[in-house]
């Protein structure tokens, strides 16, 4: 019997996925390109100069990270005028936290991922919705700090135009922060990566960012409320 197909992601969703997925890699680049603080710099001095050189000095940077910057904040405006209703359901399934099942769920998968099943009575897993609580962890980061970056990345911008000397507190506050979000939505981004893209059980969720659909073995082993869900509503 073929493995039913259930559908996971609509375009909108996907495109905004990779669209931000883009946009963070280059704000990212561009953004450690602008630093330059022996204590600070995690690629060596010499990826700054080097990448100063390439765009014609360290201002031609600046506009182009906050021209990244723009476009990415524009790109989400566009995905909740297209898609509000997708965008309220995202949010609707990662932030709730349920105490008997997810957070059970992370620390037995952190001891799986780590020490593995023999030292745990029952390694199974608490069956999961829509989202993991993985999957939620990471979510619930991106958003926050996603925030974060977007709002100070604003007040700096406004910072060179249009904001005077009395807003240097607000300011100062807003690179520190900056700084944070972008550090908090890094580490996650990397666990994220190694989960969706490298670890071979999760596989048909990654692949599900281009497809849009899921197999229904994926779904009941990963998902299984979603998927009894899904079964009941078809029914």
Known sequence: MPNQ???????????IHWFNAACWILLLLTGVGLIQHSAIDPFGSG???????????GGNLLTIHEGIGLLWILGFVFYLIVNFK???FFLSEVFPVSPERDV????????????????????????????NMGQKVFAQASVVGGIVIAVTGIIMWLSDRSLGAEAVGIV???IFLHFI????????LLVHIYMAAISPEERPGFMSMFTGVVPGDYAKHHH????EKIKTENK
Do not use: N
């Open 172 to 174: 100062s506050w807003s």
């Open 86 to 88: 997708g965008a309220k």
């Open 224 to 227: 299984r409320l979603w998927w």
């Open 47 to 57: 990826y700054p100069e080097a990448l100063r050189a390439m765009v014609g000095g």
């Open 181 to 188: 979000g972008v550090g908090l939505v890094f580490a996650g």
């Open 104 to 131: 059970p769920w992370l620390f037995k998968k952190m001891a799986l991922m780590t020490i593995g099943p023999k030292v745990l009575k029952d390694p199974t897993l608490p069956d999961q919705g829509y989202y």
């Open 5 to 15: 197909m259930y559908k996971r992601h609509d375009r909108s969703d996907i495109f």
